[in-house]
């Protein structure tokens, strides 16, 4: 990637080049797990400008399945959506699936939670599915441990996950691209809360070349500032060339913290699915969009981000939407949610470029923090 | 209105001035009841062209209420459309409460379907709430009858209709208009199936110089051929110069027969309704989007509805949002349905001007009715 600039905090504003077009960072990917965000259509996605979305390679086996995907052209061609897509690789998911799996050194068997039918993950299996998917970012697979997890089972987890990135990593080399787009190849660090496993995890990933780096296994109920320690401590590892990528995190306020630490990537459900429970996200604090005192307000959701239903949204509407149980509401909503978290990277490294990050980002957490 | 020709069957192409611009007629309303297409945002509606869509008074005077509604300036202003909104009285919807509501002189006394308190419409009072809302063409207030219904209960029913109309009228000349626009009022013609009281009745509101008639309570259950021979009789009794709309009409068939007949105006809940339940209305026919058979079809949706939803979705995309549950699913769909219907009657209206209306229609039947 390009560097454009980095600030003494350490954030960095950089571009991540892909053959679906360039990534400005730091960015945050909305979530589009079944290769659909929810209550979001793509050309509002475009409106709102976001220049990559994220969707799950175990959902996408299950549904559509490879079958369709390959016969389709990938997932760009079925979802219609032009621009660059990162995949997760299943990890994460199949960990959720905690009573459903068996891991093995040869992979992960689980069953699915759609109709209890048994699945194999392997990273070889897993690289052929993204390959079937043909997203521009995609990741290995990697085991997620539970947290707090013992020392010894968070060693020995991550040093599977560390032997399956080489296996991830071959079987990447030997194969080829399905749709004749490059696809590019993330690692993911674990670790738990451990420095030297941390440590001792990244630097092999790092040894092995990949084309950018993830740090996975936060965001599971650890203490935010432990969530920041493994965060620092895994990008002063990581090259300054590559992409850097924290997996599911986070509030707004936590994705600010993290790109004073160097990352550029972001993905999580939060301004999605706060959307539609109603919880709405803005540049003057959040709001539950059924409040009383939003009833005759004629003051539009948000005037800064700069989107237009932010801009010609007013509170009561959104309020009556919701009351009214009109799914008009929750896509406003989502709507409003992406545009602010798109507002903040955007910003951020508008500031990074400036020179004023630090300042900025303190301002702004408190403001984005305030109840409205 | 603007006749700008009439076609030997009897099909009308014209144009309704309003303050907030023309409606090309036929036209088909979409239907947002409570002040919101379902799944369906306004920019999307924008993108169809719709040049109307049509709200119910009933539930928006039980949310978000009067109140609300001039404390923002109207309906308008609270949902950022700024072309025509039409406004059903509430009459359907009250009739629609059978157990939970009371006919008397004065008006209809009712039990809310959301909390159970009670209510009472009077002709005054609707046309008051209609003010409250701002919509561009209103409805009186009116009585529906079910079907089947006695000659009887039928002529008493209908009396009491135009009875009502009459202090309609009289209350809509003494009372402004509320944001500065003007608001058209529409009588509303009833009569069940019997050809003399639906004459009667429509003489009679012929008689009060309403600004357009339409045509109550049809499509409850009689046969098609009732249907037309009712809507047939009333068109014959409306003078040609004001604008004619058969109400809760229907499918396109249906549509397409009436606009035969004379008829300018139409809405339903099928298009949207069906939508939601993964019945998709194309130029091709109509289909499930569930289908197995579209799993690998790359095809689009429909080519010849000029819509881009249409154009750019795939049937293996719809059908995998349908199956995941995805909210964008029904979004979709709603979008192609209603991008169908105003193909319909937007190629209706080419078709009358170009004198070629009646063999298209009877072509363009068989067309949508195919299975796909």
Redesign the interface.
């Given at each position: 990637m390009i560097i454009d600039h980095v600030d003494p905090s350490g954030a960095r504003a950089g571009r991540i080049n892909t053959d679906h077009g360039v990534i400005p960072t730091p960015m945050f990917m909305p979530v589009g797990t079944?290769?659909?965000?929810?209550?979001?259509?793509f050309?509002?996605l475009l409106?709102l400008d976001a220049p990559i979305y994220l969707a799950n390679t175990y959902?996408l086996y299950l549904?559509?399945g490879a079958?369709?995907l390959t016969?389709?052209?990938g997932l760009h061609?079925?979802?219609?959506w032009r621009r660059p897509i990162l995949t997760d690789s299943g990890g994460f998911q199949v960990y959720s699936l905690r009573d459903l799996r068996t891991m093995q050194e040869e992979g992960v068997t689980f069953k699915s939670h759609l109709d209890g039918s048994k699945h194999l993950f392997t990273p070889e299996n897993v690289v052929d599915t993204q390959r079937a998917i043909g997203s521009d970012l995609f990741m290995v697979l990697d085991e997620c441990t539970p947290y707090p997890v013992s020392h010894e089972e968070a060693e020995q987890s991550a040093a599977l996950t560390a032997r399956w990135a080489v296996r991830s990593k071959q079987h990447h080399s030997e194969t080829p691209f399905l749709y004749g787009h490059r696809q590019l190849q993330f690692a993911i660090g674990q670790g738990s809360v451990y420095s030297d496993i941390r440590r001792s995890c990244m630097q092999q990933l790092v040894d092995l070349d990949f084309d950018g780096y993830a740090i996975g296994g936060l965001s599971v109920g650890e203490p935010h500032d432990v969530m920041y320690g493994v965060t620092a401590l895994s990008t002063s590892l990581m090259p300054p060339e590559k992409p850097r990528y924290l997996m599911g995190v986070g509030t707004p306020e936590n994705i600010l913290h993290a790109i004073g630490l160097g990352v550029d990537l972001f993905d999580c459900v939060m301004p999605t699915r706060n959307a539609r429970n109603g919880t709405i996200f803005t540049t003057k604090g959040r709001f539950n969009a059924r409040n009383a005192k939003w009833?005759?307000s004629?003051e539009p959701i948000d005037e800064e981000v700069g989107c237009?239903?932010s801009s010609?949204?007013?509170l009561?509407?959104l309020?009556?939407?919701f009351?009214?149980g009109?799914?008009?509401?929750?896509?406003?909503a989502t709507a409003q949610n992406i545009a602010l978290y798109l507002w903040l990277v955007r910003t951020a490294r508008e500031k990074i470029l400036d020179g004023t990050f630090r300042l900025w980002a303190a301002a702004t957490i408190d403001q984005l923090n305030a109840q409205r």
């Open positions: 079944q290769g659909a965000v929810k209550a979001c259509d050309n509002t409106s959902h549904r559509p079958e369709v016969s389709v052209g061609r079925l979802c219609g009833k005759l004629d237009h239903t010609n949204t007013s009561a509407y309020r009556h939407l009351m009214a009109e799914i008009l509401g929750l896509m406003l």
